[in-house]
């Protein structure tokens, strides 16, 4: 039903294991994010692209690398993370950033660090 | 502090129960306000936005009070599938054209038989 697909939807990582998630979605739109959810806590915005172009990134640790290769994919490269990066990882899209289009979300990846 | 603060809960009513879940935002800024609606072990997925004025949805009710900076989500007659986390979400117009969503840490509702 969604218009924007995540795999894999499980992933257990050592720290020392370099993985890559991905992200793509079937909208048309122009907006796609990175989030961040942690147990017990709120969605974290980790970073924004607009159109290919990276407009934000919510100083996330380095070991994060996203990267956007067109409007419609969005990955993101994981090396060298900690115990504590276990979360469960969300993209969504929109058809423009930083408005107040609705953002429609992915299943989800569900990390587990090692 | 915390832009949007939420009660997390639990909140536990019986069928056909009114139940109603608050929210307060930090940013005066904030410009446009939602409800998102998350299931266990499921992605969020917008349930209504906020208007001024206040605004329904079939057994779904939301306000805002911008002076006190408070949003609030009413459900009438609840039902089984209501069950879920909902997220309080607000668009904060940071002085640039790139505003942003923040996340409450959702209220968990379950509604029993």
């Known amino acids: 039903e969604t218009g924007v697909t995540q795999t894999p939807r499980h992933l257990v990582m050592g720290m020392t294991n370099k993985k890559s998630l991905k ?46 290769p067109n409007s419609s994919h969005l990955f993101l490269h994981l090396h060298t993370l900690q115990p504590e990066d276990s979360a469960l990882y969300l993209c969504a899209s929109s058809l423009r950033s930083g408005t107040t289009d609705t953002q429609y979300f992915g299943p989800g990846t569900r990390l587990t660090v090692l | 502090r915390k832009e949007v603060e939420q009660d997390p809960g639990p909140f536990n009513v019986p069928e056909g129960a009114t139940v109603a879940f608050n929210c307060t935002y ?33 057994r ?27 997220l309080c979400v607000v668009n904060i117009d940071r002085g640039s054209t790139l505003g942003r969503l923040y996340f409450g840490r959702g209220t968990q509702l379950t509604v029993w038989p």
Request: aromatic share 14%; hydrophobic share 30%.
């Open chain 1, 23 to 68: 992200c793509e979605q079937h909208l048309g739109h122009n907006a796609m994010y990175w989030y961040k959810q942690s147990a017990k806590k709120p969605l974290e915005l980790m970073f924004v692209y607009n159109f290919k172009e990276q407009t934000e990134n919510n100083s996330v640790p380095s070991r994060f690398s996203p990267e956007c």
């Open chain 2, 26 to 58: 930090s940013n005066s800024a904030s410009q446009s306000f939602f409800w998102y609606r998350q299931d266990c072990r499921k992605e969020p997925k917008l349930l209504m936005s906020v208007y001024s004025s206040g605004n329904e949805d079939g």
């Open chain 2, 60 to 86: 779904f009710t939301a306000q805002l009070n911008r002076a006190s900076q408070y949003i609030s989500l009413l459900i009438r007659d609840s039902k089984l599938s209501d069950s879920a986390t909902y």
